[in-house]
Every structure is written in C-alpha cells, then in structure tokens.
C-alpha cells in the first residue's frame, strides 16, 4: 500500500476546502419583521395589500399559468424572507417538472380549472425547468440517450421542442 504524496494531500485538502467553502446559500436580503419603506412612502392600507392576484387572466393551454408575489411587485415584503405564487391549471394542462431546491410537478387531469397557492420560505424561490435546462441545451446526446434509455430520436424530437 502506497503513500500519497505531499503534493497529492495538498491537492485533495485544497479541493476538500473549496467543497465546504463553495456550498453556501442564503437569501440575498436579511430577514426581520419589518423593513422600513423608501422615504416618501405613504403608509397605509395600499401599501400593505398586494392587488397581483385580483382578476388573473390565464392562457388555456398545455401550461400551468404562474403569476408571482414577491418583494419586486410588492414591496411590504421586503426584509420578510418569503414569496408567494398563484398557479392556474386550465384542464389537461401540467406544471413541467422543476425545480425550487426539491424536484416536483403538477398536473391537472380534470375538466375543470384548478389553483392552487404556493408560498415560499425565500424571496426568490427560483425555477429551473428541467425540460428546458435538459433538452434546451447542448447536453450530448449520447448523455440523454444513455440516462434516459431511450433512442436518439426521441431526443432530438424533445430538443426540437424547447424554445
């Protein structure tokens, strides 16, 4: 059984650092009970209710319709640490898999329209659509192939598909 150099140990400590260094995520505000407004700011009941979610007109397609409330369209969020989402799911429409840091989706298999409301402990809960970060970019195809066991048709049919 061998040694490892020196050298080698510095490496894998220095990798081992930038590991632990680089896994780090926070919100990009601080978080307390109340941020004061902007100077000049009136303070009264418009300032605390959000109208985002009043009369939502929403496509009827394929796609789930997401409208978002969060501290850049009302404000009196700000310095709360939360966000919040109002998702519309015409019939037979599908929220695409994504996502927040926990993989999920959602799917409306009915006749009527369903809603549903999201709320999130984070100012910007993000979205990464996984078919447009997998089938959106230039990812070989032989990757998709293999992970996916399926033929390279259909993964150009896909990639075909994402704008």
């Not at 059984?1 to 140990?9: E, N």
């Not at 919100?27 to 939502?56: H, M, Q, V, Y």
């Given at each position: 059984?061998?040694?490892?150099?020196?050298?080698?140990?510095t490496?894998?400590?220095?990798?081992?650092?930038?590991?632990?260094?680089s896994?780090?995520?926070?919100?990009?505000?601080?978080?307390?009970?109340?941020?004061?407004?902007?100077?000049?700011?009136?303070?009264?009941?418009?300032?605390?209710?959000?109208?985002?979610?009043?009369?939502?007109?929403?496509?009827?397609?394929?796609?789930?319709?997401?409208?978002?409330?969060n501290?850049?369209?009302?404000?009196?969020?700000?310095?709360?640490?939360?966000?919040?989402?109002?998702?519309?799911?015409p019939?037979?429409?599908?929220?695409?898999?994504?996502?927040?840091?926990?993989?999920?989706?959602?799917?409306?298999?009915?006749?009527?329209?369903?809603?549903?409301?999201?709320?999130?402990?984070?100012?910007?809960?993000?979205?990464?659509?996984?078919?447009?970060?997998?089938?959106g970019?230039?990812?070989?195809?032989?990757?998709?192939?293999?992970?996916?066991?399926?033929?390279?048709?259909?993964?150009?049919?896909?990639?075909?598909?994402?704008?």
């Open positions: 059984m061998g040694f490892l150099s020196s050298t080698a140990v490496v894998i400590l220095c990798l081992a650092a930038f590991v632990v260094l896994a780090h995520a926070a919100n990009p505000e601080e978080i307390r009970d109340f941020a004061p407004p902007p100077p000049g700011t009136k303070l009264d009941g418009n300032f605390f209710t959000s109208t985002k979610l009043r009369n939502i007109n929403f496509d009827k397609g394929a796609f789930a319709n997401v409208t978002t409330v501290v850049n369209n009302f404000p009196a969020l700000s310095g709360l640490g939360v966000s919040n989402a109002l998702l519309v799911y019939p037979r429409s599908v929220n695409v898999p994504h996502t927040h840091p926990r993989v999920h989706f959602q799917i409306n298999k009915g006749k009527q329209t369903a809603r549903a409301y999201a709320s999130f402990s984070s100012t910007n809960a993000g979205l990464v659509s996984l078919p447009r970060t997998l089938f970019v230039n990812i070989d195809i032989e990757v998709l192939t293999k992970s996916f066991e399926v033929s390279p048709y259909i993964i150009k049919t896909l990639s075909a598909q994402q704008p």
